[in-house]
């Protein structure tokens, strides 16, 4: 697959939308003054890339089954319905932050889907033990909650035909970026602001969405 500006506009729309998460998260560690060491940075990284490399491949699987067509209002849906979704992200986490409260004694578990959950509405809580460390099991968590965006955009970007490669590497140098950045310019504020930028996210997951047609 060529490299043309076009799809290094559309790799870079992609990523950009899915590290803005990883920077609010970070942002929130610094300001509360939680220091996120280097490998745990690496951690959220590696993971949160692999998962978006590999809902990309299967996305690129399943499109030959679709006509060329089908294929792209498929894309387009799955795109512009997770733009909907962020752009309305910050009432669903105020709700939930509202509804659901995380138990300080629970213990990590990958399949505990509603720890995930809260870790996603206020990820600061991925720090368990309090210790104002981001541990790399702590960070592993925090990684999968950000990745369900991922999963859901890989797939819809995989059906339309994008250069995986490229949105791979740039999303391990975005991620790695988003975090150390937001974690340095919060732990600058020192003070916990509301940092919401769904609106961001959405916006440019929904301007996907229509290249894609």
């Not at 970070?26 to 745990?40: D, L, Q, R, T």
């Not at 399943?62 to 894309?75: A, D, N, Q, T, Y």
């Not at 319905?81 to 138990?103: A, H, M, P």
């Not at 339309?160 to 791979?168: A, F, M």
Request: glycine share 6%; with cysteine; charged share 15%.
């Amino acid at each position: 697959m060529n490299i043309t500006l076009y799809s290094t506009l559309e790799a870079i729309f992609i990523v950009t939308a899915l590290s803005t998460d990883a920077f609010v998260a970070s942002f929130a560690y610094g300001s509360n003054k939680i220091k996120i060491p280097f490998k745990s940075v690496t951690i959220i990284n590696v993971v949160c890339s692999t998962i978006l490399a590999v809902s990309l491949f299967l996305g690129s699987i399943v499109r030959p089954f679709f006509p060329e067509g089908l294929s792209k209002w498929i894309c387009f849906s799955i795109l512009f319905i997770l733009s909907i979704i962020k752009l309305s992200d910050s009432f669903i986490k105020s709700i939930i932050r509202k509804k659901k409260r995380i138990n300080k004694e629970i213990k990590f578990s990958l399949f505990d889907f509603k720890f995930i959950l809260n870790v996603y509405a206020d990820p600061e809580k991925a720090d368990i033990d309090n210790s104002k460390i981001l541990s790399p099991l702590e960070a592993a968590s925090l990684s999968i909650a950000l990745s369900l965006d991922g999963l859901a955009v890989g797939f819809g970007a995989g059906l339309g035909d994008v250069n995986s490669v490229e949105v791979v590497l740039f999303s391990l140098i975005s991620d790695m970026v988003a975090v150390m950045a937001g974690c340095w310019l919060g732990n600058k504020v020192a003070e916990k602001i509301p940092l919401n930028l769904s609106w961001l996210s959405g916006l440019l997951l929904l301007i996907l969405a229509f290249m894609k047609l």
